[in-house]
């Protein structure tokens, strides 16, 4: 996990993950275009997303195609936010209810 929290921590990994989110599938050189970053810096940024395993690859042909894997984003969910969400809805589940009876 922290592997995904350091890879995620940089704009300009968020970036290459939101242009994946938008068009997976994509080459290093679709990635790069358009970016203000040099080749070999999207191939580092690249480097670490696949070891945090955000980023999956698959050859096709003599083209290595680059894949988001939200496994990991949906795991951060689960474990750091879902839990602060439960005492926020249960809260406004007994609100609710007491205001309920109070109309009664």
């Not at 290459?16 to 599938?25: I, K």
């Not at 969910?77 to 969400?85: M, N, T």
């Given at each position: 996990m922290d592997e995904v929290f350091k890879a995620l921590a940089d704009a300009s990994r968020r970036?290459?993950?939101?242009?994946?989110?938008?068009?997976?599938?994509q080459t290093l050189t679709e990635l790069c275009d358009g970016l203000a970053m040099?080749?070999?810096a999207v191939t580092k940024h690249l480097?670490?997303?696949?070891?945090?395993?955000?980023?999956?690859?698959?050859?096709?042909?003599?083209?290595?195609?680059?894949?988001?894997n939200p496994v990991p984003i949906h795991q951060i969910?689960?474990?750091?936010?879902?839990?602060?969400?439960r005492a926020k809805l249960t809260a406004l589940?007994?609100?609710?209810?007491?205001?309920?009876?109070g109309h009664e």
């Open positions: 970036a290459l993950l939101d242009r994946l989110h938008a068009r997976n599938g040099t080749r070999q480097a670490i997303l696949e070891a945090a395993n955000l980023v999956t690859t698959r050859r096709h042909g003599r083209e290595k195609l680059h894949f988001l969910g689960e474990r750091w936010i879902r839990k602060f969400e589940g007994e609100l609710k209810k007491r205001l309920e009876e």
